[in-house]
């Protein structure tokens, strides 16, 4: 069993850039959520995607958008990066077994893109 | 605004002690997770509290739900330097139609041996 794979691990990019960031999720899963981590903070939500869809989405702008693949991989875009968005990007898969869930089952993280914007 | 307020925020104690560390919300959940986090990985998920009141153990851990469940503690008896990291507690509020799920604000420890 594979587990949660992201990529790339590290980047540094300019403010005004774009960035795409990749996830696979975790055999077995079907789910992908994104979180955003600052320093020493708990991951706050991004978005989430089930059966290729966005599937809720926290307090971020519509710069940060993203897409899930037939093969339950995901992808995280950000545009015109801000001095802010300097972070820790975590990937995190799941199996749902609807839209909704209870929250109780198991998050599966990736060791996270720790993306640098200078 | 944090769903989940932890505290306190940093903790660094000797090897041996004991700590306590607590996860509290105005908000009712349908479970809480905790995790622990160390440097350059994801968080790992250590338990799940579903029943209000619920006790649960992971060898010198000890994890508890609320009985209105809105908050949680986690316990950890003779620290090790092993415990070091960032912990978290994580929960989907029942007033939440949606699939966000919180994470609090954290509570790094060090163990110092």
């Known amino acids: 069993e594979t587990g949660v794979t992201q990529s790339p691990t590290h980047l540094i990019k300019t403010r005004g850039q774009q960035v795409t960031l990749r996830c696979s999720s975790q055999?077995?899963?079907?789910?992908v959520s994104w979180y955003q981590q600052a320093l020493g903070q708990g991951p706050q939500f991004i978005f989430q995607y089930y059966r290729e869809e966005e599937n809720g989405r926290g307090n971020f702008p519509p710069r940060f958008s993203g897409l899930q693949f037939p093969n339950y991989s995901s992808e995280l875009n950000v545009n015109a990066l801000e001095l802010d968005d300097s972070a820790l990007y975590l990937c995190?898969?799941?199996?749902?077994?609807?839209?909704?869930?209870?929250?109780?089952?198991?998050?599966?993280f990736g060791a996270g893109s720790r993306l640098t914007v200078l | 605004t944090q769903l989940l307020e932890q505290s306190p925020q940093f903790l660094s104690i000797q090897e041996g002690e004991n700590l306590t560390v607590y996860c509290n919300s105005s908000s009712v959940f349908s479970s809480l997770q905790w995790y622990r986090q160390e440097p350059g990985e994801g968080p790992v998920l250590l338990v799940t509290?579903?029943?209000?009141?619920e006790v649960k153990k992971l060898k010198r851990l000890t994890f508890q739900f609320g009985d209105a469940r809105k908050d949680s503690s986690l316990h950890i008896t003779a620290a090790q330097p092993g415990d070091t990291g960032l912990y978290l507690c994580?929960?989907?509020?029942?007033?939440?139609?949606?699939?966000?799920?919180?994470f609090g604000t954290g509570t790094s420890l060090t163990v110092i041996p």
């Open positions: 509290v579903v029943t209000g009141g």
């Open positions: 055999s077995g899963h079907n789910t």
């Open positions: 995190a898969s799941s199996l749902e077994r609807r839209v909704f869930s209870s929250g109780a089952n198991v998050l599966t």
């Open positions: 994580a929960g989907k509020p029942l007033s939440n139609t949606g699939n966000q799920f919180y």
